[in-house]
């Protein structure tokens, strides 16, 4: 049983291995290809227009392409936040409509105690107010 658990490990990561190998070959070819695209580039625009314009040309196509992925970096990075935001808020809610725990916290007043527990759950109130007041802070760029 543990021989076979063993095999399937050893073949999944020959296959990883393979992949990534293949990836990275691949990489490599589109990076060796796209030198050449760009100094063919470089070499007609210098041709045409001279070495000036032919750097200008150079410098602007890889600023477009610097800011296409700068773009798309901070948009995909607002979707991750927004989706972790989404979770965080989804588990919370499903925390406070479940059943088991409102009958637990239930079960847990009737042993305490209101007059005990007050409190403790004013002290957790607090708490909690003077941690979201300090993650909201945070959020926010400083005034100057």
Known sequence: MFQR?????KASAGNAMR??????IAALGLFITTGFLCAAGFVVV???YGL?????????LFF??????AISYM??????????AERTKSAAHSLLTDPALVATSLQIVRIVGVKRLLPILAVGG???????SRSNAGDQAPAE
Request: hydrophobic fraction near 65%; aromatic fraction near 2%; glycine fraction near 8%.
């Open 46 to 48: 210098l041709d045409r």
């Open 19 to 24: 992949q990534t190998s293949l990836a990275a």
């Open 5 to 9: 658990m063993i095999d399937d490990i």
């Open 75 to 84: 948009i995909g990075k607002r979707q991750i936040e927004a989706r972790a």
């Open 64 to 69: 477009v392409v610097a800011l296409i992925a």
């Open 126 to 132: 607090l708490a909690l107010g003077l941690l979201a």
């Open 52 to 60: 000036v314009w032919a750097c200008l040309a150079g410098a602007g």
